[in-house]
Structures are given as structure tokens and as C-alpha cells.
């Protein structure tokens, strides 16, 4: 159960370069350090779906967990699982994130390469930058598109988020200095039909 919570806190903040199976030839960088990100474009989709993801522990296939997207259209988009529903709220120039366990997040919204401290929170992930952004980048043997990586450093804990354009949470890399943890999205499914 503490594994499932500290993967939902991980997956919640909807991502190391080479942390999940990405190699030189895999990544196609596409930013020269100039470009202002919307990172409410980044972290929700426009369209409500459900997504797969498979979960490694230090580099095994472990699991799977499915995750459904929900948009609303009071700015708000909602994702469950298992664990509960964690909810985004856009606010001018920040994005509220609610985590199942109370926890609330401050993600700022405009941001560049090299942006510290866009999460504020008191949860085990903290330090976070927007460290690069990815016109394709292949992880676990999936291609992505348009990536923002985010990487947040906390106690000796790292945590990197890649947020897909448009989708949301695309992979997920956590190491606590006790075991590896990485979650790649295989699938979606729409749900609005």
C-alpha cells in the first residue's frame, strides 16, 4: 500500500535522462532555452480518456495500473485510479493539484528550460525543474512526442516527470535510493463515446 501511495504522489505531479530505457539516439531535443511553456498544456489533455501504464521496479516489468482522464469544462481535469482521484484545477498562472491523500500542489504555469522550484508542495517531491523539452524521445522502446521533463530532487530522492503535449503524464522515473520505479504509458482509450 505505501508503494501504491508513493507511485500515485509520483504519478500526480502528471517525470533521469536515461531513466526510462531513453538513449542518445532515442531523444530529438527542441529548445534552445527561449520557449515559454504552458504547463497546464502539458499536464492535461484536452479530451478525456483512459490510459495504461506498464510499472518497472529497477528495470523489471512489475506491473500495470490504468489511470482515467476526465476534462471538465470548468478548467479542471480529473485523473483516477485505484488509489483515488487526484484533481487540476488551472488558476491564472499557477495549476492546482489535489492529491487523494490532501496533499495540494503549486505548479507554475508559464515556465522555460531551466525554471527551478515550478512544484510548490511540503510531499516528498520538491525542487522541481523544468529541466528539457523533447520533440521525440523514445522510453521503454515507446515514442513520444512534444515532452516537457520535469526533474525534482528532495532528500536524497529523485523524481522526473515527462509530460506529453496534450496528454498528460507519458512516463514517470523515481529512485529513493532503495529501488527504481518507472511507469510508461502503452495505451490510451477514449472515453467519450
Same mark, same amino acid.
Given at each position: 500500500? #505505501? ?17 526510462? &530505457?531513453?538513449?542518445? $539516439? ?6 534552445? &532555452?527561449?520557449? #515559454?511553456?504552458? +504547463? ?5 489533455? /484536452? ?14 516489468? %512489475?506491473?500495470?495500473?490504468? !489511470?482515467? +482522464? ?7 481535469? !480529473?485523473?483516477? /485510479?485505484? %488509489?483515488? *482521484? ?9 495549476? !492546482?493539484?489535489? $492529491? ?22 511540503? /510531499?516528498?517531491? &520538491? ?23 520535469? #526533474? ?7 523524481? $522526473? ?5 496534450? !496528454?498528460?503524464? *507519458?512516463?514517470?522515473?523515481? %529512485? ?11 495505451? $490510451? ?5
Amino acid at each position: 500500500m #505505501i508503494k501504491k501511495i508513493q507511485l500515485l504522489i509520483l504519478i500526480s505531479l502528471s517525470t533521469l535522462f536515461f531513466g526510462c &530505457g531513453a538513449t542518445q $539516439e532515442d531523444i530529438e531535443v527542441g529548445d534552445d &532555452g527561449r520557449n #515559454i511553456y504552458d +504547463m497546464w498544456d502539458y499536464m492535461t489533455p /484536452s479530451d478525456s480518456f483512459q490510459v495504461e501504464y506498464d510499472i518497472y521496479v529497477d528495470g523489471r516489468k %512489475d506491473d500495470y495500473m490504468i !489511470e482515467t +482522464m476526465r476534462v471538465f469544462d470548468d478548467n479542471r481535469v !480529473e485523473r483516477e /485510479s485505484d %488509489d483515488g *482521484v487526484t484533481s487540476l484545477r488551472l488558476r491564472r498562472d499557477a495549476i !492546482e493539484v489535489r $492529491e487523494p491523500d490532501g496533499t495540494t500542489i503549486q505548479v507554475q504555469r508559464f515556465v522555460k528550460i531551466g525554471d527551478r522550484d515550478i512544484f510548490q508542495s511540503s /510531499s516528498s517531491v &520538491g525542487n522541481c525543474t523544468l529541466d528539457d523539452f523533447y520533440r521525440r524521445i523514445t522510453l521503454k522502446g515507446i515514442e513520444f512526442y512534444k515532452v516537457a521533463h520535469v #526533474i525534482c530532487k528532495k532528500r536524497g530522492t529523485t523524481n $522526473e516527470f515527462y509530460y506529453g503535449f496534450d !496528454e498528460g503524464i *507519458v512516463a514517470t522515473y523515481s %529512485d529513493d535510493n532503495r529501488e527504481i520505479v518507472e511507469l510508461v504509458k502503452i495505451d $490510451e482509450r477514449d472515453i467519450n463515446r
